[in-house]
């Protein structure tokens, strides 16, 4: 069993940046893909970064493709999501996820484990 805590939400205005953390207990977060989603009020959960387990390969949604960077350090058995040059729209709440390989997060009905998310707020 993985456990993912998130922490680093909070409010920022437009422009600004934010760190976001997911720690991870259990054994197997090194074997795992590690990754973020994010849902907006009344949307559905989109994708929004990925890596693969070595933290040799990445996956970006376009949306955040240059703005947004996601590491991890196995040694901490944590991951993280650097968002830089905030938008309004980047407004949600973000959960960690894990699943078996990067292509998992294609769908969110391929991932084996989430986060209880944490909330984003980016005013105008």
């Known amino acids: 069993q993985v456990q993912l805590v998130e922490s680093g939400g909070g409010l920022v205005q437009a422009g600004g940046s934010l760190r976001l953390s997911c720690a991870a207990s259990?054994?197997?977060?090194?074997?795992?893909?590690m990754g973020w989603f994010r849902q907006a009020p009344g949307k559905e959960r989109e994708f929004v970064a990925a890596?693969?387990?070595?933290?040799?390969?990445?996956s970006y949604a376009d949306s955040v493709k240059g703005r947004f960077t996601i590491s991890r350090d196995n040694a901490k058995n944590t991951v993280y999501l650097q968002m830089n040059s905030l938008k309004p729209e980047d407004t949600a709440v973000y959960y960690c996820?894990?699943?078996?390989?990067?292509?998992?997060?294609?769908?969110?009905?391929?991932?084996?484990?989430w986060g209880t998310g944490t909330l984003v707020t980016v005013s105008s």
């Open positions: 259990g054994r197997i977060f090194s074997k795992h893909a």
């Open positions: 890596i693969n387990w070595s933290g040799g390969s990445t």
């Open positions: 996820a894990a699943a078996s390989a990067l292509w998992s997060f294609g769908s969110p009905g391929r991932i084996d484990y």
